[in-house]
């Protein structure tokens, strides 16, 4: 079982996500828990005063460090009572950047997960240089508090739990699970708005269309994230699809990073257009 303790200061921001869709099935099925601790819990005085102003001046509140050690403390004496363990993370803009081989490591954690939450201008050093957490990033800008991030973190471990998902291949073939981002999806009806689905999946020919969703898998990961593919050692096959596209004129320069409102030239209309050529011509 997947086990997570959270820290914060707003406790009601997660039932509405945890009690929902994949998260829901994995607590269901005994394979995932999630205790949420309110850290007004751990104060000391009637007003549960969480946080305070910062020494040396400066805008905004900063989360005093007493409630966070005694919360952190009470979940170490329960742990060790039943011989448990525990791994200390914190959602913070200085930490290790996360992927999916970070959920992947993270899905196979036996120790219970104990995330902190922060909120306002930040948390009182001396939690860092007493905990020494895990510091982990979800990318280079600034979120009200660690609650969303510690959610994403649950939730792209706990989907790779097995069991979980109702197909374990699904995980197998989505975007990052192998440094390649996931090929485009179609579903009924066969046309929309005078956009056909790709030939090629409509054949029943498994061979093709396995093909098809490599190669476009390929082209997608090359031109919306081309560091994706960086010192890669691509297999035989995928140098094939790869030189088919380029000959085909179907790769561009690469554009790993857009302005924003600028669309990739992949994006849109012509995007059916190259989807169904490729689907043709396999």
């Not at 394979?31 to 910062?54: E, I, S």
């Not at 009200?144 to 790779?160: M, S, W």
């Amino acid at each position: 079982m997947l086990r997570f303790d959270v820290l914060t200061l707003f406790p009601g921001m997660f039932a509405p996500v945890l009690t929902h869709s994949m998260l829901k099935r994995g607590y269901e099925k005994g394979l995932l828990a999630v205790k949420v601790h309110n850290l007004r819990d751990f104060t000391a005085d009637r007003h549960k005063v969480v946080d305070d102003m910062p020494y040396g001046g400066g805008a905004g509140m900063v989360m005093k460090a007493e409630p966070i050690l005694l919360a952190v403390a009470a979940l170490r004496t329960e742990a060790r009572a039943n011989g448990e363990d525990i791994r200390m993370m914190f959602p913070t803009p200085h930490g290790r950047p996360f992927t999916q081989d970070y959920a992947q490591k993270l899905a196979a954690e036996s120790r219970r997960i104990v995330i902190l939450c922060g909120h306002y201008e930040g948390v009182d050093e001396r939690v860092r240089m007493t905990l020494a957490p895990e510091e982990v990033s979800l990318g280079d800008y600034v979120l009200t508090g660690g609650e969303l991030p510690a959610l994403v973190l649950i939730d792209a471990a706990a989907r790779l739990v097995p069991g979980v998902l109702g197909d374990p291949s699904s995980v197998l073939e989505e975007s990052f699970s192998e440094a390649l981002l996931e090929y485009p999806q179609y579903t009924r009806p066969a046309e929309v708005g005078g956009i056909g689905v790709p030939d090629v999946l409509l054949s029943g020919h498994h061979e093709a269309i396995r093909l098809w969703r490599r190669k476009q898998a390929l082209r997608s990961t090359y031109l919306r994230r081309p560091d994706l593919l960086k010192d890669r050692m691509f297999t035989k096959e995928d140098q094939q699809l790869l030189d088919e596209l380029m000959s085909e004129g179907l790769l561009t320069a690469p554009t790993s990073c857009l302005e924003e409102g600028q669309v990739h030239e992949s994006v849109g209309a012509n995007s059916a257009v190259v989807d169904k050529k490729i689907g043709t011509e396999l």
